[in-house]
């Protein structure tokens, strides 16, 4: 019994709206069939928008500061043993 509780416990610590709309999903007609497209539609959106956020990122000159760069105004310190 305890090993079917976990995996929803933890999905409803992840993101609780998800687990009561998967379970919806899976009492209804061909359970495997919806969960299926209903995974494949986060993932395309999450790809999408993540892909989005990027490109807008990209686009409007914003720079990550790269590892041994220090963001410009800042100073860098150091430390020795």
């Keep these: 019994m305890l ?3 976990v995996p929803p416990a933890l ?3 992840i993101y609780p709206p998800a ?4 379970a ?3 009492v209804r007609p061909q359970p495997r069939k919806r969960a299926v497209i209903v995974l494949a ?3 395309v959106i999450t790809l999408g928008v993540g892909f989005a956020v990027v490109l807008l990122l990209q686009n409007t000159g914003w720079r990550a500061v790269s590892i041994g ?3 410009r105004g800042s100073t860098s310190a150091s430390v020795r043993c």
């Design 24 to 26: 919806f999903v899976l």
């Design 41 to 43: 539609g986060a993932v």
């Design 69 to 71: 760069q220090s963001p």
């Design 11 to 13: 999905a409803a610590a």
């Design 3 to 5: 090993g079917e509780a």
């Design 19 to 22: 687990l009561l709309f998967m």
